[in-house]
C-alpha cells in the first residue's frame, strides 16, 4: 500500500490499496470537548477533509458527533487518533484502540498514531507491534507515528521491519527540522508538521514569534493574506503534510483559503533561512519523562 500526500481540493480513495492523505488537516489538541462537535462539523464544511484527534485530547466522542453531523460522507473524511503513553505495550494498546474506536463511534479509523516514543516505559517497540496488528487485521487504514527522532525510528525500523507511514512531529519557520525531513525522505516517511505556526501556549515563543517574523510580514502584503496564511502555504510548498487549529470559525475558515496562490522557491529559501537552535517550543523526544 502506498500513501503519498494531497491537497484537500481534490477527493481521495481510502482503501487498503491507495489511499492519498489531504496535505492539510484540522487538529483538535486543546480544544475543549463541548466546542469539538461543532467545530469539527464547521471544518469538514470549510472543506477540510483530515480530522486529527487524540484519546489524550479528551474529544474523541464530541469528534465523533462533529463528523457524524457534518453532512459530509464519511467516505470522504480521513480520521486520525492517537494512542497515549500510559496505554502503551501490546495488550494495552489493542485495548486503547478499542476505546477511542468506541468513543469516535466510527467503524472503521483511517490511521492510528503513537503519540509519543514515551522512552520512560520503553515500550514502543511492543505497542508498534499492536499497531501492525491492527493495520493487518483491516482495522485501520495506516498506522505512524508522533514525536520520534531518527534513532527511535530506526529502532522501530531495525527490530519490527516496518515503518510508520508518517511521523507528526513539530515544525515551523522557526524549527524545521531539516536533519529528520531528509530522513524521512529517504524512507517514505511523510512529515506532518504540529505547531505549524510556532506558536504553543504552554512555552513563549523564543523572541519575535513566526507570525511577526519580518519576511513572513513582507510576503502576507505582496500577497494579500495574512501571516499565517504565508506560513502554512509554507508548508505546504514545502512538501509537508500540516494541522490547523483554531477555536474561532472564521480562523477555520481563513487558515483554508490558502489554494489560490504559491509561494515562489525563491520565497521558500527565503523562510527556510529563519530557522534557528533555540526554536523548539515543546518537548524533546530524547529527553521527555513522561
Same mark, same amino acid.
Given at each position: 500500500? =502506498? ?7 481534490? +477527493? ?7 489511499? !492519498? ?12 470537548? @463541548? ?17 486529527? =484527534?487524540?484519546?489524550? #485530547? ?9 463528523? !457524524? ?10 480520521? =486520525?487518533?492517537?494512542?497515549?503513553? =500510559?496505554?502503551?505495550? #501490546? ?8 476505546? $477511542? ?19 520512560? !516505559?520503553?515500550? #514502543? ?23 520520534? /527522532? ?7 525500523? !531495525? ?13 515551523? +519557520? #522557526? ?17 506532518? /508538521? ?14 519575535? /514569534? +513566526? ?26 510548498? $514545502? ?6 487549529? /483554531? ?6 475558515? @481563513?487558515?483554508?483559503?490558502? *489554494?489560490? *496562490? ?11 533561512? %529563519? ?5 523548539? %517550543? ?9
Amino acid at each position: 500500500m =502506498t500513501y503519498s500526500v494531497n491537497t484537500p481540493q481534490t +477527493p481521495f480513495p481510502t482503501t487498503h490499496v491507495d489511499s !492519498r492523505i489531504p496535505a492539510l488537516g484540522y487538529g483538535l489538541w486543546q480544544v475543549p470537548a @463541548e466546542t469539538s462537535a461543532e467545530l469539527v462539523s464547521r471544518a469538514l464544511q470549510t472543506g477540510y477533509r483530515l480530522i486529527d =484527534t487524540a484519546e489524550a #485530547y479528551y474529544n474523541e466522542e464530541d469528534v465523533g458527533e462533529g463528523i !457524524r453531523a457534518s453532512g459530509v460522507a464519511r467516505e470522504e473524511i480521513f480520521v =486520525t487518533t492517537k494512542v497515549w503513553n =500510559t496505554h502503551h505495550g #501490546y495488550d494495552q494498546t489493542l485495548q486503547a484502540f478499542d476505546a $477511542s474506536q468506541q468513543r469516535l463511534g466510527l467503524d472503521r479509523l483511517d490511521m492510528y498514531l503513537m503519540h509519543w516514543p514515551s522512552q520512560i !516505559r520503553d515500550t #514502543y517497540v511492543e505497542t508498534w507491534q499492536a499497531m501492525i496488528r491492527l493495520r493487518d487485521e483491516g482495522r485501520v487504514g495506516a498506522i505512524g507515528v508522533c514525536n520520534f /527522532s531518527i534513532g527511535q525510528l530506526q529502532r522501530l525500523m !531495525r527490530e519490527t521491519g516496518v515503518a510508520p507511514v508518517l511521523n507528526q512531529v513539530e515544525l515551523h +519557520p #522557526y524549527f524545521q527540522q531539516k536533519e529528520l525531513r531528509a530522513f524521512h525522505r529517504e524512507q517514505g516517511i511523510i512529515t506532518q /508538521s504540529w505547531s505549524p505556526l510556532g506558536v504553543w501556549s504552554q512555552k513563549p515563543n523564543p523572541g519575535l /514569534s +513566526p507570525l511577526q517574523a519580518p519576511p513572513i510580514l513582507e510576503l502576507a502584503e505582496r500577497y494579500s493574506k495574512s501571516p499565517a496564511q504565508i506560513i502554512l502555504r509554507w508548508h505546504l510548498d $514545502s512538501g509537508l503534510a500540516t494541522l490547523s487549529k /483554531s477555536v474561532r470559525p472564521e480562523r477555520i475558515v @481563513e487558515n483554508f483559503q490558502l *489554494f489560490d *496562490f504559491a509561494l515562489t522557491p525563491e520565497e521558500i529559501r527565503m523562510l527556510a533561512e %529563519l530557522d534557528r537552535p533555540d526554536g523548539r %517550543l515543546g518537548p524533546d523526544p530524547e529527553t521527555a519523562d513522561f
